[in-house]
Nanobody, 125 residues
Framework: QVQLVESGGGLVQAGGSLRLSCAAS????????MGWFRQAPGKEREFVAA????????YYADTVKGRFTISRDDAKNTAYLQMNSLKPEDTAVYYC??????????????????WGQGTQVTVSS
């Protein structure tokens, strides 16, 4: 079992930055592919970014490419999402997720076995 706890959300003006953190319990964090997803009111949960277990590969949704950066620190059992140049349309609850199998379908919610409780990000115009 892995427990994930997100933090770092908040209210920011358009053009600003936030860094989300996802702290994981357990000793096998370094083996998990990690993902970030978000869900806006009335919309389905959507893929934002993912990072392979080794950290060598990263993947991004087109909507955030060039603005968001995913990273991981296995020594701290933590994954991060650095969000720059935020836009009002980035407003959502952001979730981190862990995939023990390293699926090639990194953008699919069903590839992830463990989820955090989410952290709210609100971008004002």
């Amino acid at each position: 079992q892995v427990q994930l706890v997100e933090s770092g959300g908040g209210l920011v003006q358009a053009g600003g930055s936030l860094r989300l953190s996802c702290a994981a319990s357990g000793r096998t964090f370094s083996r998990y592919q990690m993902g970030w997803f978000r869900q806006a009111p009335g919309k389905e949960r959507e893929f934002v970014a993912a990072i392979s277990w080794s950290g060598a590969s990263t993947y991004y949704a087109d909507t955030v490419k060039g603005r968001f950066t995913i990273s991981r620190d296995d020594a701290k059992n933590t994954a991060y999402l650095q969000m720059n140049s935020l836009k009002p349309e980035d407003t959502a609850v952001y979730y981190c997720a862990a995939d023990p199998w390293g699926s090639s379908r990194y953008a699919a919610t069903e590839s992830y076995d463990y989820w955090g409780q989410g952290t709210q990000v609100t971008v004002s115009s």
